[in-house]
């Protein structure tokens, strides 16, 4: 099995090591990610101007690497249409330090690089924890769930979302499947305001996460201490 793992933290960040680490296990391992952190860049691309891409060395063995000073969609378009001299059997996203639940998903540049894969004819699988230090219940099922994913087909026009529970395995519950996105934002919209003497002014973004959300959602799911695993759809393809 060929396996490309891309991101939106960054290619030096945690939640991608943790990744490749693990796809290791699988397969042949591509790693094409952002050379600077991109969260919240959703399916951006770029269109103009140069994208710097250069070899790197990456913590894990027998793995190729490069890192692209562009987005998380760009990394995919990079890797599938210059980089790889074959097409890989299922794109690795992730993993998201922050769930990607609810209308979150909309600014997703975790989700914005599955769903590149998807217009390649490449199946995806996003990945999200809660935050880089909340991994228990992700450190013991990351691999069980991605291999059980592998081995099921889903429409060409769909990716698996998956979301681990910051909780310790013994508040874990078990695993929640056909999870929809709750219809608010998971990170609620929390700006500061700084006014200047000169009126302009700054206000300093900060999302505060929901504590509660509807029963049957990916929110829902996470915050009752259950991995989420539900399907997003693309619309376009």
Known sequence: MRILVVNDDGIKAPGIKRLVQ???????????APAAQCSAMSHRITVRGDLEVKPYDFPATGVTAYSVGGTPADCVK????????????????????????????LYSGTIGAAMEALCWGVPAIAFSVAEEDECEVLNTYLEPVAKELISKTLPQNEIWNVNFPGCTLEEYKGILWDRIPDQNQYYRD????????????I???????????????????????????????????
Do not use: H, Q
């Not at 693990?22 to 094409?32: K, N, P, S």
């Not at 996203?93 to 990607?100: D, E, L, M, R, V």
């Not at 206000?203 to 539900?230: H, K, M, Q, W």
């Open 22 to 32: 693990m796809a290791a296990g699988l397969g042949e391992v591509w790693v094409v």
């Open 78 to 105: 990079v890797a599938l249409g210059c980089l790889m001299t074959e097409k890989p059997d299922i794109v690795f996203s992730g993993i998201n330090a922050g769930y990607n639940v609810g209308r979150d998903i």
């Open 203 to 237: 206000f300093s973004a900060a999302g505060l996460p929901e504590t509660e959300a509807a029963d049957g959602t990916d929110a829902g799911a996470v915050l009752s201490n259950y991995i989420s695993i539900g399907t997003i759809k693309n619309m376009i393809i």
């Open 190 to 201: 929390n700006y500061k305001r700084t006014d200047r003497p000169d009126g302009s002014c």
